[in-house]
């Protein structure tokens, strides 16, 4: 199966930026679309952005114009870069691998904090 592990989370202030990045391993890398989804204190997990095997990328309302994302096979890594953060951008963001509902893969997470 597919493991994913999340890193570069960390307390940043309004106005920052913090890239995350995703580690993948197992099989299919490349098929997978990719995703990540974020889960504040008390809130249902909500969809952030994603990219297609084909490059295809979408984004969350809240996040499109300031987050972008972006993946390298041949690293088996993917990245989400946030600027202009938000105190509301406060979650925990997740790394998920998707190729349906049987391929659907989740890392533990990372906290992401902005504050002053």
């Known amino acids: 199966q597919v493991q994913l592990v999340e890193s570069g989370g960390g307390l940043v202030q309004p106005g920052g930026s913090l890239t995350l990045t995703c580690a993948a391993s197992?099989?299919?890398?490349?098929?997978?679309?990719r995703r990540w989804h974020r889960q504040a204190p008390g809130r249902e997990r909500e969809f952030v952005a994603s990219?297609?095997?084909?490059?295809?990328?979408k984004f969350a309302d809240a996040v499109k114009g300031r987050f972008a994302i972006s993946r390298d096979n041949e690293k088996r890594m993917v990245y989400l870069q946030m600027n202009s953060l938000k105190p509301e951008d406060t979650a925990v963001y997740y790394c998920?691998?998707?190729?349906?509902?049987?391929?659907?893969?989740w890392g533990q997470g990372t906290q992401v904090t902005v504050s002053s």
């Open positions: 990219i297609s095997a084909d490059g295809t990328t």
């Open positions: 197992g099989p299919g890398f490349a098929l997978y679309e």
């Open positions: 998920n691998a998707w190729r349906g509902i049987l391929s659907d893969f």
